[in-house]
Nanobody
Framework: QVQLVESGGGLVQAGGSLRLSCAASGGTFRNYGMGWFRQAQRKEREFVAAISWSGDSTYDANSVKGRFTISRSNPKNTVYLQMNSLKPEDTAVYYC?????????????????WGQGTQVTVSS
């Protein structure tokens, strides 16, 4: 059973930066596509970014393009989300997810494993 544990969330002022990490255990991380999703209060979960098993392909939501960067370290079994120029509308619980197909995808229904989430709050 794959376990995913997110960390790095917190409170930051608008314009600031945070780096989220997601550590994986219990599976073959290097084979998985990985994604970040977020859910704000009273809103549906939305796609943020995804990366293929090799790291060669990445996908970003339009709302974060140019501000957020997804990356991964297969030797460390970890995927990262670097978030710059944060805005109050980025406030949400951020979840990482693993997809055994390996491609990485914006489609949440394709993911097989999910973490518990980490809260990101951006103050204005």
């Amino acid at each position: 059973q794959v376990q995913l544990v997110e960390s790095g969330g917190g409170l930051v002022q608008a314009g600031g930066s945070l780096r989220l990490s997601c550590a994986a255990s219990g599976g073959t991380f290097r084979n998985y596509g990985m994604g970040w999703f977020r859910q704000a209060q009273r809103k549906e979960r939305e796609f943020v970014a995804a990366i293929s098993w090799s790291g060669d392909s990445t996908y970003d939501a339009n709302s974060v393009k140019g501000r957020f960067t997804i990356s991964r370290s297969n030797p460390k079994n970890t995927v990262y989300l670097q978030m710059n120029s944060l805005k109050p509308e980025d406030t949400a619980v951020y979840y990482c997810a693993a997809e055994v197909g390996g491609l990485g995808t914006p489609d949440a229904s394709k993911y097989d494993y999910w973490g518990q989430g980490t809260q990101v709050t951006v103050s204005s």
